[in-house]
């Protein structure tokens, strides 16, 4: 298969950038990203519960480790997330009598989708993937362990107000633009995604180094919602390694 950006490039050298950008206005036509000391990649909750045979799979969730794997050689700052539950926590279904996993209900905070258990703290579910690769890793954060409050964002609990300190990490490296990738793309890397650009921070979601749950139409709306708030969707083939 021909790659687009190759095929350009070709066509650039020969004709020239202004000459490429007159006869192809549309045409993608951006120099790879090469991640710097300003620069962050975010793996969100690549856990046990959310991989194959997890209590909360994600489709094709696996194939995100081998792709996280390899941008994350060129990131010197890397930060993971783990969702971190207690037991009985008010987003599991079985907290709710009479209540299905993917079935709503209003919280003092707002609508909450309910799942089945997972990433209980301490379980083999909670624990991030054997196959994770990533030794220069600096932080991992660990979210939605207050029981009445879920925290999809690795930034700020689903309250909205309650931080977990990532934003402040971050910026004490002088960090300046963050990259994501994880699961799953419609709730715990979007919801990250927002709120980095909240935070001030210039975003990109990798993805092809994500995967989405897609209920109810959320994964539209995820990508919608991001675009709408400035955040870059990339492949991971965009980022010089």
Request: aromatic share 8%; hydrophobic share 45%.
């Amino acid at each position: 298969m021909f790659d687009r950006r190759q095929i350009l490039a070709s066509l650039g050298t020969a004709l020239g950038t202004a000459a490429m950008a007159t006869a192809f206005p549309n045409a993608l036509w951006a120099a790879p990203i090469k991640p710097d000391e300003a620069s962050a990649l975010l793996v969100i909750d690549v856990q046990n519960c959310f991989l194959p045979g997890g209590s909360l799979a994600v489709k094709d969730g696996e194939q995100v480790v081998p792709v996280i794997n390899r941008i994350a050689k060129g990131f010197a700052n890397v930060a993971l997330t783990q969702d971190w539950h207690t037991s009985g926590h008010v987003s599991f279904a079985s907290t709710h009598q009479g209540k299905k996993p993917f079935e709503t209900v209003t919280l003092p905070y707002g609508k909450q989708v309910l799942w089945p258990d997972h990433c209980v703290q301490g379980t083999d579910g909670a624990g991030l993937s054997k196959d994770l690769s990533i030794p220069q890793a600096g932080l991992i954060i660990r979210k939605g362990f207050h029981k009445d409050v879920d925290s999809y964002s690795a930034f700020t609990e689903a309250d909205g107000k309650t931080t977990t300190g990532l934003a402040a990490y971050l910026k004490a490296r002088k960090v300046k633009r963050v990259f994501l990738a994880g699961l799953a793309t419609d709730f715990c890397v979007g919801w990250s995604a927002l709120d980095a650009r909240k935070a001030g921070f210039e975003t990109y979601v990798v993805e092809d180094a994500c995967r989405g749950i897609d209920t109810q139409g959320s994964l539209a709306k995820a990508w919608a919602d991001m675009a709408k708030a400035g955040v870059k969707r990339i492949q991971s083939a965009d980022i010089a390694i």
